[in-house]
């Protein structure tokens, strides 16, 4: 019999963390999640206490870390990820994006590890290329709030591609493009959980600027698909990975007050800085590649999103 394999995810207590593990558990591997815990959650992962494929390290990646034994997979998925949470955290968020894939390229080098970095559309910063492909270089504010985010992963990119092509690892980089489903943290500021929140509990809805800033939403479960086939594929990236359905913010707002019957209006508040106007994948590489398009579309994503909130009685 073969050996299962051994997949770190780091983030693994996260919303698309702890996705990734569940997928890779369903996949016969075992499963090593590490989280410090800032943003993660133990609860999206009180489900695998008991399952004996998978273990629980509380630790912040941007320190060193030994494991023993095997690993075959490290799969970096740690960071906070939402724009409040960034500007709370921006040394950590600088730190986990630099020292922290630092940190987890030495360990996928010394175990042989083949290594997935989750990077982010935020590397195209308020992108002047519309939809966005993978060889666009970006346009980000390196000194702004949320370069603490952009440039992090900019760094996470080059240094994981700099120990490719030095260390000759096997390293792969995903985009990964707005994303939401359950387990998503209420109070993370993401408009989603806002624009769900409010609306459960017949708010206003605070729409930022105009409203009509665009975005493209992907449901986690075509997100982790994408993933694990980048991560099984031979291909090395970087890919885009999200779904091109693009919304305004104002469209995004009328749909949640649909889905949900709410009573809400909608509030117009400031636009955060830098605020990118327009977002969206284009995900020829991934298709050509990967085989890989989404699958669910925002109407049914939404209804789910709205119902596991509604479960968590919030
Ligand atoms: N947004 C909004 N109202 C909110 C939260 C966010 O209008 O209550 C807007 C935000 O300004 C941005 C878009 O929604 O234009 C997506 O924001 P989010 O924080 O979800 O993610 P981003 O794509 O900006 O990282």
Redesign the pocket.
């Known amino acids: 019999m073969t050996r299962k394999k051994i997949a770190i995810v780091t983030g693994g207590a996260g919303f698309l963390g702890s996705h990734l593990c569940d997928r890779l558990l369903s996949d016969g591997h075992k499963v090593i999640a590490v989280d410090n815990l800032i943003t993660g959650n133990l609860d999206n992962i009180k489900h695998l206490k008991h399952d004996k494929n998978f273990e629980f390290i509380k630790h912040n990646v941007s320190k060193e870390f030994r494991i023993t034994g095997k690993i075959d997979y490290v799969l970096h998925f740690a960071s906070p990820?939402?724009?409040?949470d960034y500007l709370m955290l921006p040394i950590q968020t600088l730190k986990v994006g630099s020292l922290g894939t630092h940190n987890t390229l030495g360990l996928a080098k010394l175990k042989k590890a083949r290594y997935l970095l989750a990077s982010t559309?935020?590397v195209y910063g308020d992108p002047l290329e519309h939809p966005q492909k993978e060889t666009y270089w970006g346009h980000v504010n390196p000194i702004g709030p949320?370069g603490v985010y952009d440039e992090a992963k900019r760094f996470a990119e080059a240094i994981t591609f700099a120990y490719k092509r030095y260390h000759k690892m096997d390293n792969k980089i995903v985009r990964i493009f707005?994303t939401y489903g359950p387990r998503m943290r209420m109070n993370?500021?993401?408009?989603?959980p806002?624009?769900i929140y409010?609306a459960l509990h017949h708010k206003n809805?605070?729409?930022?600027?105009n409203?009509k800033?665009?975005?493209s939403f992907c449901y986690y479960s075509d997100l982790i698909d994408g993933i694990v086939r980048l991560l099984y594929s031979s291909i090395s990236g970087p890919v885009n990975i999200g779904n091109p359905d693009e919304f305004t913010?104002l469209e995004?707002?009328d749909r949640v007050i649909q889905y949900t019957q709410a009573k809400s209006k909608i509030v117009f508040?400031p636009?955060?800085t830098d605020?990118?106007?327009q977002?969206r994948p284009d995900i020829s590489l991934a298709k050509k590649y990967l085989k890989w398009t989404p699958k669910v579309p925002l109407a049914v994503g939404l209804q789910k999103t709205i119902d596991w909130f509604k479960s968590q009685s919030i």
């Not at 990820?81 to 409040?84: H, L, V």
């Not at 993370?188 to 989603?192: A, C, K, Q």
């Open positions: 990820a939402s724009p409040i559309s935020e949320r707005n993370d500021g993401r408009v989603v806002n624009f409010q809805i605070t729409v930022y600027g409203g800033q665009s975005r913010m995004f707002a508040k636009l955060p605020d990118p106007k977002r």
